[in-house]
Nanobody
Framework: VQLVESGGGSVQAGGSLRLSCLAS????????MAWYREAPGKQRELVAR???????NYADSVKGRFTISRDDAKNTVYLEMNSLKPEDTAVYYC?????????WGQGTQVTVSS
């Protein structure tokens, strides 16, 4: 299983970015797909999660600003990020639930300047 993220970058506060994660090596339509982030000096935290069937969960800090979606035909999960804040600066990781634990991508940097 391989996960490849794209779409990170630098943006000013209030801006938007869209992250994509292409999963390969299996089909994942029945798997939970998620985005986590890790800021310097902080633990990795769940940002958003999309369960098979479309049910979603979000961290309180991103509710109303971020939207997770998935295209199972393309084995891809997205994270639309709007109204970005400097505190959203982090490395964002794509994750797909496997039979035992999560598979992880390599991460993509998101930097939000004030």
């Amino acid at each position: 299983v391989q996960l490849v993220e794209s779409g990170g970058g630098s943006v000013q506060a209030g801006g938007s970015l869209r992250l994509s994660c292409l999963a390969s090596g299996s089909t994942f339509s029945q798997n939970t797909m998620a985005w986590y982030r890790e800021a310097p000096g902080k633990q990795r935290e769940l940002v958003a999660r999309c369960i098979s069937g479309g049910r979603t969960n979000y961290a309180d800090s991103v509710k109303g600003r971020f939207t997770i979606s998935r295209d199972d035909a393309k084995n891809t999960v997205y994270l639309e990020m709007n109204s970005l804040k400097p505190e959203d600066t982090a490395v964002y990781y794509c994750a797909v639930r496997g039979p035992i634990d999560y598979y992880w991508g390599q991460g993509t940097q998101v930097t939000v300047s004030s």
